[in-house]
C-alpha cells in the first residue's frame, strides 16, 4: 500500500509501458516494419512510423495492409517480433536513468508491473534482465484480449498488485498508451525522449519527462501529491 517519503504520499504501484518507455526499441521496430514493407513489395510510407507507434500488432498488421503490404497478417507478426527479439535479446536499450529508478522503487517496496502490447517472451526478456525484484509481474498482448487505448491492459496490471488503479502512477510514451493509461484512473506520466510524435497537447497526462535522469522515488509522491490537490503540470 502507500507510503510515505518526507511527508508525500507515494504511489501504490508503478506502471510501465515497455517500447519507447522502458527501452528505446524504436529503432529495432523501425527496421522491422522497414522489412515487412520492402519484402511485400510495398512502397515504404513516412507516416507509417507515426501511425504505428504505441499499436497493439493486430492493428500494426491493419495498417500496414492499408499502406499496401500484401503479406498475411501471422507472417508479418512473426517476421517483425522475431527481429525485434533477436535484437533486443543482443542489446536491451534501457532508457537513460531507468534502471536507477527501478532499483530504488524495488528498494522502497512499491511493486512495477510491465505492461505492452508486445508477446509474452519479449516481457520476460525484459522483467530477466531489469533490476533484482523490480517487476512483480506483466501484461503482455496475450494476457488480455483487449489492447491500448482501452483501459484494460492497465486494469489488469492493477488487478495483478491488488491496487486500486487510481493510487498508481504510468509511466508511457504513445498517444494509444497514454490515453489507455489516463482511461484507467491512474496518475499518467508521459515520457517524451523517444516518441514519434508530440504528445504535449494529448490531454491525457499528468506531467511530462523527457527521461528518468535524476527522477527519484520522492518525485513519483510529489506528482501524486500534485494530483490529488488538484494542482495542474
Known amino acids: 500500500m502507500a507510503g510515505s517519503s518526507d511527508g508525500l504520499t507515494l504511489p501504490d504501484a508503478v506502471f510501465w509501458d515497455m517500447d519507447g518507455t522502458l527501452i528505446n ?17 510495398a512502397t515504404w510510407s513516412d507516416d507509417l512510423p507515426r501511425l504505428l507507434q504505441g499499436c497493439s500488432l493486430p492493428d500494426c498488421v491493419k495498417i500496414m495492409q492499408a499502406h499496401g503490404v500484401d503479406m498475411d497478417g501471422d507472417l508479418m507478426v512473426e517476421r517483425m517480433v522475431g527481429i525485434v527479439e533477436d535484437r533486443e535479446r543482443e542489446r536491451l536499450p534501457w532508457t537513460a536513468g531507468v534502471v536507477d529508478l527501478l532499483a530504488a522503487l524495488a528498494a522502497a517496496r512499491i511493486p512495477s508491473v510491465l505492461v505492452t502490447g508486445s508477446p509474452a517472451t519479449m516481457a520476460e526478456n525484459v522483467v530477466a534482465n531489469a533490476p533484482a525484484g523490480a517487476f512483480v509481474g506483466y501484461v503482455s498482448n496475450e494476457t488480455t484480449p483487449i489492447h491500448k487505448p482501452e483501459p484494460e491492459p492497465y486494469l489488469k496490471a492493477a488487478e495483478i498488485v491488488g491496487v486500486n488503479p487510481t493510487r498508481s502512477l504510468i509511466f508511457e510514451d504513445s498517444l494509444p498508451g497514454l490515453e489507455s493509461a489516463s482511461r484507467s484512473g491512474a496518475l499518467t506520466v508521459a515520457v517524451t525522449r523517444y ?31 500534485q494530483r490529488d490537490a488538484g494542482e495542474r503540470r
Open 195 to 225: 516518441s514519434r510524435e508530440s504528445t504535449e497537447n494529448s490531454g491525457f497526462q499528468f506531467t511530462s519527462i523527457y527521461d528518468y535522469e535524476n527522477l527519484a522515488v520522492s518525485d513519483l509522491g510529489t506528482f501524486m501529491r
Open 25 to 41: 526499441s524504436d529503432p529495432y521496430w523501425l527496421e522491422a516494419e522497414h522489412d515487412v514493407v520492402t519484402a511485400s513489395g
